[in-house]
Structures are given as C-alpha cells and as structure tokens.
C-alpha cells in the first residue's frame, strides 16, 4: 500500500503539479481510501515530501571511467536526463515554489541535495588523488559549479537542456578547477 500511494503521489506531481494535489486524487490513483492515507502521513506535505524523498534517492551512478573530464560528463548527463523527466520538473517547481517554506520540505530539498553531492564526491576527490585536478579543489563546490547551469537554464531562462548542455557545465568546471577557483569555502 505504501509503494502504491508514494508512486501515485508522484504522478499526481506530476500531471497536476503541487499546488493542486489532494489526497483524494493520490488515494483514488492508488486504489486506497483517503483514511489510508490519513492514516499513515499527517497531511498532503508530508505526503509529497516522502513521495519526492523516495523517488530521488535512487543511487546515483558515481562514474569511474578513469578520467574526470568523463565521470563529470557522465553526472552532468544524468543530472540532465533526471531533470527533464515529469518528476524531474515536478521536483524542480516543488523546489522553487512557496512550499518548501513547509519545513518537512525544506528538509527534504536539503537532504537531498546534499545526498547527491555526497555521493558524487569520489569523482572529484579521485580527479585529485591522479593529479587530473588541484589538491585545494572542494569536491562539493566543484559539483554545485557543474549543477548550476544545467539549473538555471531549467529553472530561469527555461531554455532547452540537453547532453550539450551537460557538456558545456564540464568545460567550465573543468577550466574553472584548473584555474583554482574551486577552492574549499
């Protein structure tokens, strides 16, 4: 029931988006009486942000391909391809909506964020220990400067993201890093 209910939170995000989500929508979605759910979250913001905790704390693919400039295009694709899914989207207006003054979503936006960057982490401190890039490199820094324009251009200018896009972010970065203006904050 818990499965069913989380993954039809997260196509109701995404066909209706957050601010028209209700929990009779999710429970008719999932086949369960709205008690059902009542029962088990406090409100509809805990439900979503369970929902959105679930489905984007997948594993993420740490690339070893043995060349930084390889592994970050690798991450920067698949930030891509995650991000223009629906949920994707879905995440992304959650994210810049009033709704994560909500604290329960404010806390999952963190956490997940920070998750990502964690686990991504190995890609840049490996690029340091092979020498591909300055020991004073912050691996955390380095992955917000790479995630940044991919962002922007989805949450701003609303220009199209694609694989180029996430290989442009790996150009800069990269020329960024060399030139050590990724230093730990």
Known sequence: MRA??????I??????????LTVE???????????????????????VADALAGHFATDVPIPDTGAV???LRALARSLVATMTTQAG???L????SDAVRLPRLAEIKHA????????????VTRAIERGELPSETDPAELLKALAAPIYFRLAFTGERVDEATADRAVQ?????AHARALPAV
Do not use: M
Not at 11 to 20: D, I, P, S, V
């Open 4 to 9: 069913a209910v989380l993954k039809a939170t």
């Open 11 to 20: 196509a109701e995000l995404t066909q209706t988006g957050y601010a028209a």
């Open 25 to 47: 929508g999710v429970a008719q979605r999932a086949g369960v009486h709205k008690t059902t759910i009542y029962r088990n979250w406090e409100d509809s913001d805990c439900l």
């Open 69 to 71: 400039e390889s592994d």
């Open 89 to 91: 989207r879905a995440l």
């Open 93 to 96: 207006a959650i994210v810049l």
């Open 112 to 123: 997940l964020f920070d998750d990502r960057f964690r686990r991504a982490e190995p890609v």
């Open 172 to 176: 800069v970065v990269l020329a960024a």
